[in-house]
């Protein structure tokens, strides 16, 4: 089996996947509730310059921290507001991670098992997902995994102290990001996870090459700023971030998002996808013996393996759960595998599930009609399946050529493997956008635009339509409901129509304007006699106009 590539082809390669990776990132609209929220606030931080409190349609919005808000919103000042600029930060944060997993496995186990860990990260179906969607996930993880790999360069080089404390710094100052990213998670995962490793390897060395003091220094340096002056800007800001964002969520079912003890484990599995098989076994069967073979030496592998299944745990045994929580976990995970894989570690397991699904993807083609829903007509699928055609077939044939190829060109299956799953993965996301148009309010914010910019009211009643006022480029009223943003609210509810009889006075008060309706919150209305022209509706909602 071939175990090198050459240079020239691993940069074309690479370039390739750059492409897949950036492919039309304006083509699919902004999907509602995340993608609208996460475009729309740093939309709102440009327009009214303050850059301190996150506002979401002009309420105050506690619940992350501003590093992606303040990165989006300069990709907004330098090429201006759409899709592919909402999107910009978590592209780059997601392939840069790739790129730099690909430099620290390399340094750490050679140019192969980077180039590997390069190519799994970014075809594992949660990383490509995650990097082309806007929750704040892909940032965080990004910013941990590279702290996560400076900590493991610093520690392997314990024979050059300069380059100990420039890497462990690189490592604190990478873990001050992830906090401005998503709060203390980025440091008290990773800061877990090392207290376990220590205990488990004995590797007390560790702790004097860890830079504590500058490091923690620097860490404070970064985010204290933000945090005491937004604190001192909303006296409200530490209870709601520190207790109700972090000790609550964790802790109760605040959010209604508990689910049951196993529910990451499918996630996971889904999530490693086509790299099951070399996930689990990475997993089950580690590089390295249960009981350390050399106390108080330093072993990179044991220490991503505790940081991959802490993270899994802890999220476990949380009162909320979301399948983004993982995706820290993925890159290491993938570190890993890439580790086993360049040990001649099988694939075959990867080929045919790439098989398998385009076979799904096809027969499935055939009961189209049978996916369509009130919601999602069936035109919509017919589009999508324009779409997944051609994913499915470049599955079953790159599936079935890395199978071919792996008993004696393994670097040239693998990459198949790996670029096969990211274009598929590509074209469906893309394809995705016809279903996807009917979660967002893209076209809804085509018709109200015209009304809109000759001093319409907007309403939004019973419903917040979250990439509505994105695509407007202002805010809307807000009626009935509070969704999450009841705390801003309650700041401000001068701002909020509380109930439906004020929304029915303040309309007949109104010369001209439109109001965003739930379907059932219309129907009421509609029985009621609100004077209203329809304008729009799909299977959710329906707007309306005053004139």
């Not at 100990?164 to 710094?169: D, E, G, K, S, Y």
């Not at 933000?226 to 972090?246: C, D, K, Q, T, Y």
């Not at 997993?283 to 993270?311: K, M």
């Not at 397991?349 to 007509?377: D, H, R």
């Amino acid at each position: 089996m071939d175990s090198s590539l050459p240079h020239a082809a691993k940069w074309l390669v690479i370039l390739t996947a750059a492409v897949i990776w950036f492919m039309l990132p304006g083509y699919r609209d902004l999907i509602e509730p995340d993608e609208g929220r996460y475009a729309e606030i740093p939309r709102e931080m440009k327009a009214s310059g303050d850059w301190l409190t996150p506002r979401l349609n002009d309420f105050k919005y506690f619940e992350k921290p501003p590093l992606q808000y303040w990165m989006t919103a300069v990709s907004y000042t330098l090429f201006g507001e759409s899709n592919a600029t909402a999107r910009l930060w978590v592209l780059l944060c997601g392939f840069a991670a790739a790129l730099w997993l690909m430099y620290v496995g390399g340094r750490l186990w050679g140019e192969l098992t980077g180039f590997y860990a390069f190519l799994v990260v970014q075809s594992m179906l949660l990383y490509f997902v995650l990097g082309h969607l806007l929750p704040l996930d892909m940032s965080l993880s990004a910013f941990m995994t590279a702290a996560l790999g400076a900590l493991l360069v610093a520690q392997s080089s314990r024979d050059d102290p300069s380059a100990v404390r420039n890497w462990m710094l690189l490592s604190w100052l990478l873990t001050a990001f992830a906090v401005l990213s998503k709060g203390l998670v980025g440091f008290v995962l990773p800061g877990a996870a090392v207290v376990i490793y220590t205990i488990w390897q004995r590797d007390w060395a560790l702790w004097r090459h860890l830079h504590i003091g500058k490091g923690a220094l620097l860490l404070l340096l970064v985010t204290a700023p933000w945090f005491l002056l937004v604190s001192r800007a909303n006296p409200e800001f530490a209870e709601f971030f520190f207790i109700h964002e972090h000790f609550d969520r964790y802790t109760t079912n605040v959010h209604g998002r508990e689910e049951a003890l196993w529910y990451f484990l499918p996630v996971l599995l889904v999530g490693m996808f086509p790299w099951i098989g070399n996930g689990v076994r990475a997993l089950l069967h580690p590089g390295f013996r249960w009981r350390p073979a050399a106390p108080s030496t330093f072993d990179a592998e044991r220490l991503l393996w505790v940081y991959v299944v802490f993270i899994l745990l802890f999220f476990s045994l949380g009162r909320s759960m979301l399948a983004p929580y993982l995706l820290p976990l993925i890159a290491p995970l993938a570190l890993l595998a890439a580790r086993q894989l360049r040990h001649g570690a099988e694939t075959r397991m990867t080929a045919w599930l790439l098989v398998g699904l385009g076979v799904l993807l096809i027969i499935a083609g055939f009961f189209a009609a049978q996916f369509a829903s009130a919601k999602v007509p069936v035109d919509a699928i017919s589009r999508f399946s324009h779409w997944a055609y051609p994913a499915a077939l470049i599955m079953v044939a790159g599936g079935l050529a890395a199978h071919y190829l792996l008993a004696t060109r393994g670097v040239t299956a693998i990459t198949t493997l790996a670029v096969t799953a990211m274009l598929s993965m590509q074209l469906l996301m893309l394809g995705y956008q016809h279903i996807g148009e009917y979660r967002s309010s893209s076209k809804l914010a085509d018709l109200v635009r015209p009304l809109s910019d000759r001093g319409a009211a907007v309403y939004a009643v019973g419903i917040y339509p979250q990439s509505l006022p994105f695509y407007l480029g202002r805010t809307v009223q807000l009626a009935v409901t509070t969704t999450e943003l009841e705390m801003g609210i309650k700041q401000e509810p001068h701002k909020w129509i509380a109930d439906k009889q004020g929304f029915h006075s303040r309309w007949l008060q109104e010369q001209q304007a439109v109001a965003v309706f739930g379907r059932s919150d219309f129907e009421e209305f509609s029985r009621e006699g609100l004077p209203m022209k329809l304008l729009y509706e799909d299977g959710k909602k329906v707007a309306v106009s005053r004139r």
